[in-house]
């Protein structure tokens, strides 16, 4: 049996079948004309012509679209990410070389002064006379046991017709003078009586061997040995020559003569003046004619006292009172002893002296 070609309006059928499943599928609705509807036959299809384009109305709403695998995406090969190179650590910047700091000059102190003694106080000195009652005061201050102690009443004399006042400067000057000799007489006594002497010529010597002519004249040496060999320090008095005797007590008088002339911002210690005081020698050849000044002062030669305060000089001048006292005390028991007196503690340790110790010119 030979099947019979489709017509147009068979055709025009099949297309229409396949676009509405078409547009199930994938293809978005197509509106049709009103021209095109129209033109569409109106007689029913035969059902084998639809069945040849896929079966009919419900074999196109069984048949359902294949689903549509997803393509498999092929993973993208993920780019190693680059290394980066290793930065680099910048290089450790050296620290600038530090310039050795200029050294400043190192300022020198200037070598600290020595205190300049003064011949006279900054300030003027008022006079100021002691009474009795003041040396009641001084006795105390001195912490003797005896307290003040004047015998004989000597601080109620009036000497020369100066007055009571003058007479007490007068004999506590006297006291602190004779304190001063004492203890310097004490310890000469201690040292000649021991043998101990300067080591060169008491007389003689270089100077009167004829070198300077006969100026010095022709004296014979003496060493100071062969005096300290001549026994008791009062023995060695008496071998002593005249001429360094009578150099000794002109000392003493150049000594005594400075001290009791008045100078300028020190009144006499019978005229309000300080007991005790001694002007300066090195000050003394401007108002006592001595011909040439003296390196050394008497009290403080090496000027390590100049800037004591008032107060402790008054201290310190009681002690000096007090050993004083007791020096002449010493003194005198030594002549004593030495004179073969009993003296306690002093008997058979000095010799003995046959002499006049009074007697400065007697040998």
Known sequence: RHRRPPTSSAMLAAVASLSSSFVHVALPPVRVSAAMSSALPSAPVARADIAMFGGGPKAAAKKKPPAKKPVAKKPVAKKAPAKKAPAKKPAAKKPPAK?????????????????????????????????????????????????????????????WGQGNEATIGFLRHAEIKHGRVAMAGFVGYCVQANGISWPWAISGGPLTDGRFGDFFGSSPTVMFSEIAAAGSPPAQWDALPTAAKAQILLTIAILEFVGETEQPGMPHYMRGGKPGYYPSLKDAYKYTGVPHPVPLDLYDPFGLFGEMDEETKARRLNMEINNGRLAMFGIFSLISAAKGLEVPGLTGLLQSYDGEPMAYFSA
């Open 99 to 159: 310039k050795p700091a200029a050294k400043k000059p190192v300022a020198r102190k200037a070598a600290p002064k020595k205190p300049v003694v003064k011949s006279t106080p900054a300030r003027p000195f008022k006079p100021a006379f002691e009474t009795q009652g003041s040396l009641v005061l001084l006795a105390e201050q001195q912490n003797t046991a005896l307290g003040f102690w004047d015998p004989i009443g000597l601080a109620q004399q009036d000497f």
